[in-house]
């Protein structure tokens, strides 16, 4: 198949859009070495489903998603190809070389279970920089992974990002009365981010119970989404659990 055709950024007023993670499908895989389940078949039934995007990471210890992966997915994927990313050098050299639709640079740490945090814009070096301007000057959107906070935010348009992603964990994570108040950041760094020109989209933890209030703030655009999309997909299909997740979110932003 040939490659996609580039994805457009999307815009206010467009309604919100569904990235959907295929990181765990690679997990399983990986658990036994394998070749199944093959992520690749993942996006593709996602994507037949009505995902609006397909996102990967690919990690300097190539736990789950691995190269082979990458390359066939900017290959066939025909919606938005958003590869999560560090700045290490091999891995900014493969998004160059590949130019997914969009590069979102996230944290890494190798004993992590997942990405437990955002990005420290504020104190980054030289080299966050340096990667998103040549991953820029490439054609590919970069968006920073970082916290709800407002100096975030602002650190992330002063190093030249084209977007942020909100991280989710802590609204996800809260109990009783602490979730409005991360509801609240979110709402803060969103608006924020949009009034400065940023795309914002938003992400981690997010699930089929948490999903809408998120959804429904206005200035986010894009919501990326892979352990509870994967879990529901092995009772109720792949397909049925992207279809069940974006009547969810359009419900929402309809409301």
Not at 57 to 66: A, S, V
Request: proline share 4%.
């Amino acid at each position: 198949m040939g490659r996609s055709q580039k994805a457009k950024p999307a815009a206010a007023g467009e309604g919100i859009k569904l990235g959907v993670n295929i990181d765990h499908v690679a997990t399983v895989r990986q658990a036994r070495r394998g070749a199944e389940p093959d992520p690749v078949w993942a996006a593709a039934a996602a994507e037949l489903a009505g995902a609006d995007g397909i996102t990967v990471h690919l990690r300097e210890d190539r736990r789950h998603i691995q190269d082979r992966d990458v390359r066939i997915l900017r290959q066939t994927v025909r919606c938005k190809l958003n590869l999560e990313m560090a700045v290490a050098e091999e891995i900014v050299g493969i998004a160059l070389e590949l130019k997914p639709d969009q590069a979102t640079v996230v944290p890494e740490r190798r004993q992590e279970v997942t990405t437990e945090g955002g990005l420290e814009v504020r104190r980054a070096g030289p080299e966050l920089e340096d990667a998103i301007r040549r991953l820029r000057a490439a054609g590919i959107q970069v968006n920073l992974f970082i916290d709800p906070d407002v100096e975030q935010v602002e650190a992330a348009k002063r190093c030249g990002a084209a977007g942020v992603e909100l991280h989710t964990g802590r609204y996800s994570l809260a109990k009783g009365s602490g979730a409005p108040e991360r509801l609240a950041e979110l709402q803060r760094s969103a608006a924020v981010a949009a009034n400065l020109g940023l795309f914002v989209a938003a992400g981690h933890g997010l699930n089929y119970l948490n999903v809408a209030p998120v959804a429904a703030i206005p200035q986010i655009l894009e919501l990326n989404i892979g352990h509870s999309i994967i879990s529901r997909a092995i009772f109720a299909g792949l397909g049925q659990a992207v279809r069940e997740m974006k009547s969810l979110m359009n419900s929402a932003r309809n409301t």
